[in-house]
């Protein structure tokens, strides 16, 4: 039996919207349908990122520190910070992320050190908040951000995800069709449209190894 030997699928913008109007027993028949549907498109996954659905877009990305500088301005695209170290002497630190009260309720804000706590200010761009403020110009600071997606615009454009999260889109952008288009529809959609995230939020959570020990407290010594 012969196969195809390829692995290059990939579906643009258009295609989605396609795929999403025919769930919705609809046909796209208009500019206005192609533009409402690209609109819900860009809101969709404004929402996949509210529910921290895209580990794909995590960044590594570094800070060269400033002595007396204790606030550093980030990409607007950074949704959230994962996790800081400071690198001094060849040695990495892990930070201890605070939040918005435990930083304001820091007394003395510009005491200087090696740094060991962070604040992201999640404003329109986004500050990373340092304390203690860096004692010197050397250190460099190594952290992990959840950064946002590209945005769907032009049509022939593909999307910036993974292969396997294809049917989580295409199910996901129906189901906001239906909101607006086939109302008869969505309750229907709308249970798809959970089941492909819920199977793409596991495959999308982080893995990693554990061992199971036994709790010898359990057990009986002769």
């Known amino acids: 039996m012969a196969i195809s030997g390829s692995k290059d699928f990939e579906l643009d913008v258009a295609e989605y919207v396609e795929e999403a109007f025919e769930r919705c027993g609809l046909e796209v028949r208009t500019g206005f349908d192609m533009k409402s549907a690209k609109r819900s498109l860009n809101l969709l996954l404004a929402d996949w990122a509210n529910r921290g659905l895209n580990q794909w877009t995590i960044k590594q990305r570094t800070l060269a520190l400033v002595d007396g500088t204790g606030t550093y301005a980030l990409g607007a695209d950074v949704i959230d910070i994962l996790s800081v170290v400071v690198q001094r002497d060849s040695t990495d630190y892990s930070l201890l992320r605070m939040s918005r009260d435990g930083f304001l309720t820091i007394p003395t804000k510009t005491t200087q050190g090696r740094v060991n706590q962070f ?3 999640r404003q329109t761009t986004p500050n990373l908040k340092l304390w ?5 110009s050397t250190d460099v600071v190594y952290y992990d951000a959840l ?3 590209d945005d769907a ?4 454009n593909t999307m910036d995800l993974p292969f ?3 049917p989580c889109l295409a199910a996901g952008l129906a189901y906001y069709l239906a909101l607006k288009r086939a109302p008869n529809r969505v309750q229907m959609l709308k249970e798809v449209y959970e089941e492909e995230f819920e199977r793409a939020a596991v495959e999308d959570r982080d893995r990693a190894s554990f061992n199971v020990a036994p709790n010898f407290a359990y057990y009986r010594v002769g």
């Open 153 to 156: 615009d032009i049509y022939t």
């Open 164 to 166: 396997r999260f294809y």
């Open 119 to 121: 604040f992201l200010d």
């Open 132 to 136: 203690p403020v860096p004692d010197n």
């Open 147 to 149: 950064t946002r997606m």
